[in-house]
């Protein structure tokens, strides 16, 4: 079965750019969660979507970030514009059923800003 | 609100030794409990998970007792293999919050 899929696996640009991450989650899955993980801060959670609505947002750094989940299978985490501090390591993850339910996550972005 | 605390690594260990990482939290109400593993370069997979008190969670030789009378959910095994190394996580989740509450990461290494 195919895990979550996320892309791209690695990413470098410079500062001021757009950066467009994806993930498609696992099918039949009904929740969605974007973390970023650095040395410094460990694993954080950004935001949450249940059946496609964003539940909570409170992690999403600042209003540099944005993310979208159009349908079921696919939802992006936008950063526009970025800055040297959005380095980091961003996963996707998801989740069926309920809240007691493992989360499977994707292998990742590797996230580089210049 | 809800918190895990982990045993602080890094730990590295001789291929067959016994290994715990401790980890105990704060939540409200009763949360699941959950050990995940991150290999170099990958994602986090679960590795292990209980949902009630007394409750074991069981997976490649790893175990974890949920003991609410301590608020703790030790990971252990018995003979560590090189194949372990990888950092792990602590994480629970509670009726309230209805995501996963992570701790800090407790990175292992297995020499041969």
């Known amino acids: 079965d195919a895990g979550v899929i996320q892309s791209p696996r690695h990413e470098v640009t410079e500062m001021g750019q757009e950066v467009t991450l994806r993930c498609k989650p696992i099918s039949g899955h009904n929740s969605l969660f974007w973390y970023r993980q650095t040395m410094m801060r460990g694993l954080e959670l950004l935001i949450y979507f249940n059946n496609n609505v964003p539940i909570d947002d409170s992690g999403m750094p600042e209003d540099r970030f944005s993310a979208k989940m159009p349908n079921a299978s696919f939802s992006t985490l936008k950063i526009q514009p970025s800055e040297p501090r959005d380095s980091a390591v961003y996963f996707c993850a998801s989740r069926a059923g309920t809240d007691n339910q493992p989360q499977h996550f994707g292998d990742g972005t590797r996230l580089s800003i210049l | 609100g809800d918190s895990v605390t982990q045993m602080e690594g890094p730990v590295t260990l001789s291929e067959e030794a016994f290994l715990t990482i401790n980890c105990t939290y704060t939540?409200?109400?009763?949360?699941?409990l959950f050990w995940y593993v991150q290999y170099p370069g990958e994602g986090l997979q679960l590795l292990l998970k209980?949902?009630?008190?007394?409750d074991k969670g069981s997976n490649k030789g790893f175990e974890a007792t949920y003991r609410k009378e301590t608020t703790s959910f030790h990971l252990e095994k018995g003979s560590v293999q090189v194949s372990d190394s990888a950092v792990y996580f602590c994480a629970l989740v509670s009726g309230s919050a209805r995501q996963l509450t992570f701790g800090s990461g407790t990175q292992l290494t297995v020499l041969p």
């Open positions: 209980a949902t009630k008190a007394d």
């Open positions: 939540a409200t109400g009763y949360p699941s």
